[in-house]
């Protein structure tokens, strides 16, 4: 199939040469044949020779690469693309373990799908979009899914109401499910029981990404005091509960997430009166609280969306970090995050480097953490490696 064409000013087409997914508005020379938004176009270097093809769109971002390679984007390519995402996930063990079946099957340019996000809770796949381009393909992609993934799949949500560009003059999208529909919410994640909320909750409806380092809290937390702040859906508060913690505190702005929290306890640990929940500013709660927690998880919204919010995110992370290293116990437990792309791993060190110097206590790194195998980052694009985090030993 013929596309239209984009061409490149001279010397734009190294990131290209290295496989990187994307081409700026900057790169670009002149466009052949006034492309609509989201449409697929040929990439060519001022030389005119083809390079790539991928979504266009206007913005920073001009096209989004789907392929190397001069092919058509139709149903067979996206049936390839899944296929792979799908291989990786029975190689992780994801697909088929009878005591798990939560994980992201499509990362963005993690899986060659720049701006689809795919997380499956038990048979409920939820796409989102985040380009103009895959929100076109979005029937397509589903078709796709439906012959990849067979009866794993039943259910297909779209929830891109808030990730598409807001510069893209899309017709007003509406969530809601493209193929199925389930009320059934609840997903299991290494034997635990969770409500997702697709509908209303941030993201695809739980933070997918958390998986591993819930399970290596989990065997931090024997007859240990936890404060689970920013606690959302309760991830770290139930695994604390499975791994013996003697009280569970679980703090979040928003009282639907506080809600949602006792209702995910309740599901694991019916009548446990070791966990209370409050629905409190995280900052306020960490200033009136004692010194009674020896765990305590820090994984705060991304502070930093953009690079112009970075130096006062670089702030967030430390003033927070530094009233938990003020307030644990000795001997205590930090497991700290930063879920921003803009944030390096360097940076957000240096941010909780500076508050524990701050506060004059001894502190040791155990593990230095990331995102799991599921959100994989492309080794093209390392931008794609978002999650950092840290578990600290504070004496």
């Not at 920073?60 to 296929?83: G, H, N, P, Y």
């Not at 799908?113 to 939820?126: F, K, N, Q, R, S």
């Not at 703090?251 to 929290?261: C, E, N, P, Q």
Request: charged share 25%.
């Amino acid at each position: 199939m013929a596309y239209k064409k984009v061409f490149l000013k001279p010397g734009k087409e190294d990131s290209l040469r290295r496989f990187h997914p994307w081409v700026f508005s900057g790169a670009l020379a002149r466009v052949e044949g006034e492309p609509e938004e989201g449409e697929v176009v040929d990439v060519y270097t001022s030389k005119k020779e083809f390079i790539a093809c991928g979504h266009y769109q206007i913005g920073s971002i001009a096209v989004r690469v789907l392929s190397f390679k001069q092919e058509t984007i139709d149903a067979d390519f996206w049936k390839r693309r899944l296929q792979v995402a799908k291989d990786l996930r029975v190689a992780l063990g994801l697909i088929g373990n009878p005591k798990n079946n939560t994980y992201r099957l499509v990362h963005g340019e993690g899986d060659n799908l720049p701006g689809l996000i795919i997380d499956v809770y038990d048979h409920t796949a939820v796409m989102q979009a985040h380009s103009a381009g895959m929100h076109m393909d979005r029937l397509a992609i589903a078709d796709a899914l439906d012959a990849v993934m067979g009866d794993v799949v039943q259910h297909i949500y779209y929830k891109s109401e808030t990730t598409l560009p807001y510069k893209a003059d899309l017709v007003a999208i509406e969530n809601g499910f493209l193929k199925g529909g389930s009320p059934e919410n609840v997903a299991m994640e290494n034997g635990l029981l969770f409500h997702v909320d697709w509908l209303k909750g941030q993201k695809t409806g739980f933070f997918v990404d958390q998986r591993e380092n819930r399970a290596l809290l989990e065997r931090y937390a024997h007859g240990r005091s936890v404060l689970n702040m920013f606690c959302y859906t309760g991830g770290f508060s139930f695994y604390a509960m499975r791994g013996g913690a003697k009280l569970v505190h679980s703090v979040d702005s928003s009282a639907k997430a506080i809600d949602l929290t006792n209702e995910n306890v309740k599901l694991n640990f019916p009548g446990d009166d070791r966990h209370q929940a409050y629905a409190e500013d995280a900052f306020k709660y960490l200033d009136r609280m004692g010194d009674q927690y020896d765990l305590i998880i820090l994984d705060p919204p991304a502070f930093a969306k953009h690079r112009d919010a970075l130096r006062n995110a670089l702030r967030g992370y430390t003033k927070l970090n530094a009233k938990a290293f003020e307030k644990i116990r000795p001997g205590g437990i930090l497991f700290t995050f930063s879920c921003s792309q803009v944030v390096s791993k360097q940076d957000f060190r240096n941010a909780v480097f500076t508050a524990a110097a701050q506060s004059g206590r001894s502190v040791r790194i155990l593990h230095q953490l990331t995102q799991p195998g599921d959100h994989p980052v492309n080794i093209y694009h390392p931008e794609g490696e978002y999650l950092k985090g840290l578990v600290l030993y504070v004496e």
